[in-house]
């Protein structure tokens, strides 16, 4: 007989306590022999090797496709948190969006995306070059196929709003943050990770708004995987977990 598996599974930090035990429930329904929940940006914390165990502040800034999770960790625990509905997949849809108002052309969620990775930049790129690229998609008004060149300015344009709500989900997080773990954030900087992390000139965007430095984490896509398995490998890190199976 093959042996259950152990899972963990991470989770926004704005779940209800019902959404978390959905979750668990359908994990031990799906055959797991004990299951774990772990708030991402813990996980993405744990992945990225910030001191969680410290008596000091880490700030995390995890983008991922659906949400856009900020927290300030110490002590082992997330001490304030927020998540924000607007990440990865809010900006594809702003991109489709302004495309279509300004050069009548609808693309999908797909092409979207790969505009954001080849493209995007929140901020001119460091080295002064400004890109293009040729897509192909739907004209708005007589629905035929159309291809148009867009430049990197227009991509730019249309995530200046997402960019502007995580600043300000960020500023009310760390508002929230007592003065000690603070002064530590703004010594430390924030961590900047996740796949929507990765967009280009980000790190020194936020880092000018928030007037603290913030780094990209260099594994900033498999963080919250290799925080997983931490707390799968290492039986204090299961202390972190928010509920487990008995």
Known sequence: MQAKPRIVICI???????????????????????????????????????????????????IGGGTTEVAVISLGGIVTSSSLRLAGNKMDEAISM??????????GERTAEVIKIKIGSILPFEDGRERDMIISGQDMVTEQPKEVTIQSEDVRAALVEPCE?????????????????????????????????LLSGLDRYLTDKLEIPVWVSETALTNVVTGCLKVLETPTALRQTLMRSR
Do not use: W
């Open 165 to 197: 709500d995580m600043v300000l989900s960020i500023k009310e997080t760390f508002k929230k943050t007592n003065p000690d773990l603070a002064s530590d954030i703004i010594q430390n900087g924030i961590l900047l990770t996740g796949g929507g992390g």
């Open 98 to 107: 302004h495309l279509r108002d300004l050069l009548g052309i609808k693309i």
């Open 12 to 62: 926004p930090c704005g779940a209800t306590s019902v959404e978390k035990r959905a979750v668990f429930e359908a994990a031990i329904q799906a055959g797991a022999r004990q299951a774990y929940l772990i708030e991402e940006p813990m996980a993405a914390a744990m992945g990225a090797d910030l001191p969680v165990t410290e008596p000091t502040g880490s700030m995390v800034v995890d």
